[in-house]
């Protein structure tokens, strides 16, 4: 069976000091759950002192981007083995902001992905239409080429590391969520596509998790749709208390 995931995806927020009382916080709501993989992306700066505070916890780490060579002359960019040095074992990749606002295409994600999946790093897929998209019916196109482009050369083997976000960018630190059913339908295609592109099994044992305003409130409904497997959440992350409870839904 999928194990559930819920990902805190912190952005660009917290120091390093926020970021450790952050998460000792959050260590002390969650240290009796087993049943759900508990997720923190700081910020690469509040890397290392996290990883420090979450060393043989429950709570894993992950990077909230990545560049997509081990390194070189690429002035900015984090290296995969500089975040496998810190104890990553995830990381966020095409998210809608670094899609939208740092005009990361399908072709960047797909290398960054190959690169992560080279290193041991776990990807994060996001995918997601925009309103602009929804309204005129794109929806399912959108996303469908978002994977198709983003999975292009990954051998079926791979999947098993690899988990897919659907966050709608309209819902994303918009108070709008999609609704259960709608978001639902989004997850049962994509996990279709993965099952024609891979095979059955990839596409039944892929985790596809939800992302866009996910809160303590609309967690529940969220978890209970069958091919929903977890939750990316961006606001109600840097609220330990929140998390908790979306943790535990
Ligand atoms: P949000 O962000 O929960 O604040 O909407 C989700 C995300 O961008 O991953």
Same mark, same amino acid.
């Given at each position: 069976m999928r194990k559930p995931l819920m990902a805190g995806?912190?952005?660009?927020?917290?120091t390093v000091k926020d970021a450790v009382e952050l998460v000792k916080e959050l260590k002390k709501y969650v240290k009796?759950?087993?049943n759900t993989e508990i997720l923190v992306c700081p910020p690469f700066t509040a890397l290392n002192e996290v990883s420090r505070t979450v060393k043989d916890s429950n709570i894993e780490l992950g990077a909230q981007n990545m560049g997509? %060579?081990? /390194?070189?002359?690429?002035?900015?960019e984090i290296s995969p083995l500089m975040l496998r040095e810190l104890k990553c074992r995830y990381v966020i990749l095409g998210h809608s902001e670094r899609r939208?606002?740092?005009? %990361?295409?399908d072709g960047v994600i797909n290398k960054k992905i190959k690169c992560a999946l080279k290193n041991n790093l776990k990807p994060i897929l996001c995918v997601g239409e925009t309103l602009l998209q929804r309204r005129a019916n794109l929806t399912k196109k959108i996303i469908l080429n978002q994977i198709q482009n983003g999975l292009k050369d990954i051998k079926a083997d791979d999947m098993k590391n690899i988990v897919v976000a659907y966050e709608p960018v309209w819902a994303i630190g918009t108070g709008k969520t999609a609704m259960p059913y709608q978001a639902q339908e989004i997850h049962a295609s994509i996990r279709d596509l993965l099952e024609d592109m891979f095979n059955q099994d990839v596409g039944f044992n892929t985790r596809i998790i939800y992302g866009g305003s996910v809160k303590p409130d609309n967690i529940k409904e969220l978890m209970?749709? /069958?091919?929903?497997?977890?939750a990316l959440v961006g606001?109600? /992350?840097?609220?330990a208390k929140d998390f908790s409870q979306i943790i535990r839904y």
């Open positions: 995806n912190w952005k660009m927020n917290c009796d759950v087993k997509y %060579e081990d /390194s070189g002359a690429f002035t900015g939208h606002i740092f005009n %990361e295409n209970m749709q /069958s091919d929903i497997d977890g606001g109600a /992350s840097l609220k």
